[in-house]
C-alpha cells in the first residue's frame, strides 16, 4: 500500500525526536565528560563503552516487552505516548553532572547514562519496528527509511548549529548543554506525539507470546539479519568514532571548533539530501549494492580526512564532504534492510517478530556506538590528549585524525566485505513476501469452519 505523506513525516518525526537524545550523547558527551565534568578521556571512554553494552542488552528486553503488546492503540504506539517523556527528563540530567568527588562524578556519570540508554530503548525499539508494520511494500519502506534519516539529519544539524558555537569554556559548555536538553524536552514531545497521531500499523500480524529464549533460537536462523547485523556493527562503529570525535578534530586539528558546523553539515547534510534518492537507488541498483557502492566513498572521504593539511581546513571539509555521501545514503538503506529481514524470518520460523528483530539490530547499533566512542577516546587517550590545554601535541593531534580517518575506514572495509555475501536480493524478497502472503490466506478461520 502507498503511504501517505503525513505518515511519512510523523515517521521522520519519531527519528527527529530519538536524536535529541541519542545524537547528544553521541556528539557532544565525550566532550561533556572530558572538558565540563573533568573525567579523564580514558575514563570516559571506559563509561561509554560499558553503559552502552549494557543499553545494548536493554534492546534485547525491550524487544520482548513490545513484541508482547497488544492495546487498541496497536503494538508499538503506545510506548511512544508513555516512555517518551522519561527519557526526555533523563537526558537532561545525563547533561548536569555535579561539582562533585571524581568517584562521586563517575558513579553519577554511568547512573544517569545507563538510566537514559534504558530508556531510550523502551521508545526507540518500538519506533524502529513500525516500519515493518506500516507497510511491506520494499520502496515504500525505503521511503520510510528516507524520512527517518532525514529527520536523524535535521536534529543532528540543529544539534550541531545551537551547541558548537557555544563551545568557549567548560562553565559555558555547561551553560548552553542545560538549556538545550530542556528545549529538548519539550520539542521532542511534540514530536513523539506528532508520530504516535500519524504512523499507523497496517500489517497482519498475530500477538506472538514468544519468551526471550525462544526469539533469539529463532533470530538465529535468519542468516540476512546476522550478515545485516555483522556488517552494520563495524560500519558504525566507523560512524560513530567520526562523530565522536568531530568536535575534537574542528578545534584541534583544523584550529577552530566552529569549523564542527561546517563538518556536520558535510555529513549529515548531504544524508538529509540524500535520504530521498534511497528510492530511486532501490529500484536502480538493489538495496546491496547501494549499500556497497556508498561504503567505498566514505572510506576514500575518511582516507582523505586522515592526512588532510590542516593548513587548507577546506580540503578536510571536502573530504567530510564525501563521508557524507557514503554515510547518508548507507545510514539510510540500512533501516530498509532491516525491514526486510522481518519477512525473512516469517518465511522461515513461521513467527512473524518485528520487536524482537529491530531489538536486535538495535543491539548491534549500540555496540558500534559503544565501540565507536570507546575507540575514539581511547585513541586519543592513548596519543596523550590532555583536557583544558589551549593546543594539544602533534602525536595527540595525529590521534585525532586517526580516529577520524583510519578507524572509520578500516572498519568499512570490513562492512564491505561481510555484505558481500549478503543473500536477500530484490527479486527474493518478493518471492518471500508472496510465499508468506500465500500462507496467511491458507490459514482456516475456526469461527467460519
Not at 514530536?191 to 500519524?198: A, G, K
Not at 555484505?419 to 536477500?424: A, F, H, K, R
Request: net charge positive; proline share 3%; with cysteine.
Amino acid at each position: 500500500m502507498k503511504l501517505r505523506i503525513t505518515q511519512l513525516l510523523g515517521y521522520g518525526a519519531g527519528d527527529m525526536a530519538n536524536n535529541l537524545a541519542f545524537s547528544m550523547a553521541s556528539m557532544f558527551l565525550l566532550l561533556y565528560y572530558t572538558d565540563v565534568a573533568g573525567i579523564p578521556a580514558a575514563a570516559a571512554g571506559t563509561i561509554l563503552l560499558v553503559v552502552r553494552v549494557w543499553d545494548a542488552l536493554a534492546d534485547l528486553v525491550a524487544g520482548g516487552l513490545v513484541d508482547k503488546t497488544s492495546t487498541r492503540w496497536g503494538k508499538f504506539r503506545p510506548w511512544l505516548l508513555f516512555a517518551s517523556l522519561p527519557l526526555l527528563l533523563l537526558n537532561v540530567a545525563t547533561f548536569s553532572v555535579p561539582d562533585w568527588s571524581l568517584t562521586g562524578k563517575l558513579v553519577y556519570a554511568v547512573v544517569t547514562y545507563a538510566a537514559v540508554g534504558t530508556a531510550y530503548s523502551l521508545v526507540n525499539i518500538p519506533y524502529g519496528s513500525l516500519a515493518a508494520a506500516m507497510t511491506q511494500d520494499p520502496v515504500e519502506r525505503s521511503k520510510l527509511a528516507s524520512a527517518r534519516s532525514m529527520g536523524a539529519a535535521a536534529t543532528i544539524l540543529l544539534l550541531s548549529l545551537v551547541v558548537s558555537p557555544q563551545i568557549k569554556s567548560a562553565a559555558n559548555l555547561q551553560h548552553s548543554m542545560l538549556l538545550t536538553t530542556l528545549a529538548v524536552v519539550v520539542i521532542g514531545g511534540a514530536l513523539y506525539l506528532f508520530t504516535f497521531f500519524t504512523a499507523r500499523e497496517t500489517v497482519e500480524r498475530e500477538v506472538q507470546k514468544v519468551s526471550l529464549k525462544e526469539s533469539l533460537a529463532t533470530l538465529r536462523r535468519n542468516r540476512p539479519l546476522i550478515l545485516l547485523c555483522a556488517s552494520s556493527l563495524f560500519f558504525l562503529t566507523a560512524m560513530f568514532s567520526l562523530q565522536t570525535i568531530g568536535v575534537y578534530y574542528a578545534r584541534d586539528v583544523l584550529g577552530n571548533a566552529n569549523f564542527y558546523i561546517f563538518i556536520t553539515v558535510a555529513q549529515v547534510g548531504l544524508m538529509f539530501l540524500l535520504a530521498p534518492l534511497a528510492p530511486f537507488v532501490v529500484r536502480r541498483f538493489g538495496k546491496k549494492s547501494g549499500y556497497i557502492g556508498a561504503g567505498m566513498v566514505m572510506i576514500t572521504g575518511s582516507a582523505g580526512v586522515m592526512f588532510a593539511p590542516s593548513s587548507l581546513p577546506w580540503v578536510s571539509l571536502g573530504f567530510f564532504v564525501l563521508v557524507g555521501m557514503g554515510l547518508g545514503l548507507v545510514n539510510t538503506l540500512m533501516w530498509s534492510l532491516e525491514a526486510d529481514t522481518v519477512e525473512y524470518g516469517e518465511w522461515q520460523t513461521g513467527v512473524r517478530m518485528e520487536g524482537a528483530t529491530y531489538a536486535v539490530f538495535s543491539f548491534v547499533r549500540k555496540l558500534g556506538q559503544a565501540v565507536g566512542g570507546a575507540t575514539a577516546a581511547y585513541t586519543i587517550g592513548l596519543a596523550g590528549y590532555v583536557s583544558g590545554t589551549s593546543a594539544q601535541t602533534e602525536v595527540a593531534v595525529w590521534g585525532i585524525r586517526a580516529a577520524a580517518g583510519v578507524v572509520p575506514a578500516g572498519c568499512v572495509i570490513i562492512a564491505i566485505v561481510i555484505m558481500l555475501s549478503y543473500p536477500l536480493t530484490e527479486s527474493r524478497f518478493r518471492e518471500i513476501t508472496a510465499e508468506v502472503a500465500d500462507r496467511r490466506s491458507r490459514v482456516v478461520d475456526p469461527h467460519t469452519s
